[in-house]
Every structure is written in C-alpha cells, then in structure tokens.
C-alpha cells in the first residue's frame, strides 16, 4: 500500500525522522528552492502537513491541498495555523497539549527568580571577576509575594501549582472563572495587575488575546511589578512593554517570546531589567520527545481512521 504523502512545513529533531519516513512520504517543504512550485506539482499528493507552532499553516496553504484531511502541530500553540480555512475544509488538526505543560511552567518560574535575584547578572559578576573589588547590590524575595495568572489553562494550572509551593497569593484572569479553583478571579487584566507582583502571562496566542496586555495593565503592575510572558509575544503591546521597562513604569520583565522570533526588536537587549530567553519554554529533550511522539501517535491515529488523541477541535 502506498505510504501517506505528509508534507513538513519545517524540520522536526532529527531522532523524529526515521520513524516519520518509515511510516510515510514525507515533503521537506524547507529543502524546496520554489515552494510554489513543488506544492503545486505535488498538491494532489498531500494528506497532511507536519508543521510547527511557529510555522503554522495559512490558509492559503490549506486551500492549495484539495486532498488535505489532518493538520499535525509540533508544539500546543496553534496560532499560527489558520483554524478557520482548516475547519471550513473539514480539515483535522492536532497540536501537543499536556506534554509540555510542566516544562513551560517551571521556566515560567525560572523567569520570576532569574529577574528578580538578578541570576544572569550575578553570574557575569561572579566569572568578569567583579566580586573581587565588590558584592552584587541587594535584591528582592520572591517566595511569598502575589501571582498573577493571565490565562488559567493547562499551563496556568501548572505556573499556580509552583507559585503555591513559594506561599503566593494566587489570582488569575480567563475568558471565565472557574469555579474549581481556590484561586482569586479578576474580570478584567487592569485588575489582576493592580493586585499582583507577578503578572504572568499563559495565554493562548491568536486574535482573541491579541495586546491584551496593554499599558494600562502595565501601569496597574507598577513601579514594583515584573511582567513575564511564556505564552506569545502577541498577547501583550510590545511598544508599551518596552516604554514601560525603559521608563520604569514597572520594575522589570522575564520573557520567553516575542513578536517577530527570532529578530526581536533590539531595543530589549539593551535594557537591563529584563532577563530575555530563545523561546526555550519545552526545550528539554525529555519533552521535545514526548512532543514528536504525540504528533506521530495523531498522524498515526487518523490513518488508522481512529479518532485523533489531542484534537484542537471536536
Ligand atoms: C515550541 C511552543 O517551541 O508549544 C508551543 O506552542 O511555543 C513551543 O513548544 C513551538 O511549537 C515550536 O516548535
């Protein structure tokens, strides 16, 4: 029988590939000179594309594969895959939930101390020999303060269930409040700000979410407040974010992501109140396996006329 034909947007880690070549006829879209071109010739072919958070799907894309009935995502963001031309199209989509969360969570975390306890400094202070003619200045606690959470999924579960295990007060701002939850519900971002030293955000990406947090949300946090972002770099006003941090409208930021990966607006590598990372928040091999794995178990699932394991809708 012939093997599926799956076209891969980018690539994926290279132990992901003879599994994913035994199993089907994969199109390395990124090895391609003319990508209209070979979409084109090979359009007929194609039964499901491989893509990553970051890449996504268009929905001119969708529309150029006539034969197209699955979507797999390398990641659980599936902002940059168009939703909409897929579900028109009857068009299934399966993204990476679940696998990822903890590791998101804890370099949420890491941020929070890494800003605060100025660890990045204090390492240059330790190895550029600083600490033999001084001592770093003094910095603030973190265990004990206020989380808050701006998005209360999977991912905010997981960021609360470590702030709790530092004796935060924890409050949070979703769509909706949740009713399971022993955590404080703000109706609106402003709000959640105003009451918090950590504004954390695990939002989805996507229209909806889209600068959500604005300046006034950042004047709410304050001249005390850290602001940190592992969710997208959409979610928040990046113009008032960096007016805020050059301005000292609040005290600093932690951030995983944003706009425009991996040509961020150079202005934040001058700035010396945040802690910046390469959008590393499931980078660790453990997870990054488990991420391949449950892409292959979707494809695997739908070709097997089984329901996929994390669809993105029903
Ligand atoms: C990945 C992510 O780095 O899961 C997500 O949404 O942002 C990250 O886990 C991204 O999907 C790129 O592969």
């Known amino acids: ?152 999924g999977r991912i905010g579960m997981a960021i609360a269930k470590r702030a709790s295990g530092f004796d935060m007060e924890i409050s949070y701002h979703n769509r909706n409040k949740r009713l399971d939850v022993p955590y404080h519900y703000c109706e609106t971002v402003e709000a959640l700000a105003a009451q918090c030293d950590y504004l954390v955000a695990a939002v989805a990406g996507g229209a909806a979410s889209k600068a959500m947090i604005g300046s006034a949300a950042l004047i709410a946090l304050g001249p005390e407040g850290y602001f940190i972002n592992i969710a997208r770099g959409s979610v928040v006003d990046e113009a008032a974010l960096l007016h805020s941090l050059q301005n000292g409208v609040i005290k600093g930021a932690g951030l995983d992501v944003f706009l425009n990966e991996p040509k961020i607006d150079t202005r934040f590598a001058k700035l010396n109140n945040v802690v910046l990372l390469p959008h590393i928040g499931s980078a660790t091999l453990d997870t990054r396996k488990a991420m391949g794995k449950l892409v292959r178990d979707n494809l695997a699932a739908h070709f097997a006329g089984k329901p996929l394991l994390t669809p993105v809708f029903a």
């Not at 197209?68 to 940059?80: K, P, Q, R, W």
Request: some cysteine.
């Open 1 to 152: 029988m012939k093997k599926p034909d799956v076209l891969m947007i980018g690539p994926y880690p290279d132990w992901e590939m003879p599994a994913l070549e035994a199993a089907y006829q994969v199109h390395k879209l990124w090895l391609v000179d003319d990508r209209d071109a070979y979409i084109n010739r090979h359009a007929e072919d194609i039964r499901a594309i491989a893509t990553r958070g970051d890449l996504g799907a268009s929905a001119e894309l969708i529309e150029a594969l006539p034969n197209l009935e699955m979507i797999g995502c390398f990641g659980v963001g599936t902002d940059a895959i168009n939703l909409t031309a897929a579900q028109a199209r009857g068009v299934k989509v399966s993204n990476t939930p679940d696998v990822l969360t903890g590791d998101v969570a804890d370099l949420a975390i890491a941020l929070c101390l890494a800003v605060t306890r100025k660890i990045p400094d204090s390492d240059v202070f330790v190895r550029d020999g600083s600490w033999n003619s001084s001592t770093m200045p003094l910095t603030s606690r973190f265990f004990g303060k206020r989380m808050g959470i701006v998005g209360l």
